[in-house]
Nanobody, 125 residues
Framework: VQLQASGGGLVQSGGSLRLSCAAS????????MGWFRQAPGKEREFVAA????????YYVDSVKGRFTISRNDAGNTVSLQMNSLKPEDTAVYYC???????????????????WGQGTLVTVSS
């Protein structure tokens, strides 16, 4: 089981980045996929997820309207398009997979079983 995240980098405030995560090692079509982030000195927080059951997408309020999560048909690649980036979006971003599908479960760190290594996003002001 492996999740490999990529696409992080340094961007100015207002800019865009696209993160990608390639998953391998199991059939991820029956897993929800999502993104979390952890800023220095803060706890890891939920950012976005797509439920495997009905393809519904969920976002933390602070990124709604700016970030878009998507997934390929095979279910093994998940992307996060991040637009209108702000300095407060600076964090290490982690992709993850979960066997759960409801909003309440997917927004909890403890419901995610597979984690990628993280990719750093830095937004300068």
């Amino acid at each position: 089981v492996q999740l490999q995240a990529s696409g992080g980098g340094l961007v100015q405030s207002g800019g865009s980045l696209r993160l990608s995560c390639a998953a391998s090692g199991r059939d991820y079509r029956s897993y929800s996929m999502g993104w979390f982030r952890q800023a220095p000195g803060k706890e890891r927080e939920f950012v976005a997820a797509q439920s495997y059951r009905d393809r519904r997408t969920y976002y933390v309020d602070s990124v709604k309207g700016r970030f878009t999560i998507s997934r390929n048909d095979a279910g093994n690649t998940v992307s996060l398009q991040m637009n209108s980036l702000k300095p407060e979006d600076t964090a290490v971003y982690y992709c993850a997979a979960s066997g759960y599908y409801s909003y309440s479960d997917l927004t909890s760190t403890y419901r995610w079983t597979d984690w990628g290594q993280g990719t750093l996003v830095t937004v300068s002001s």
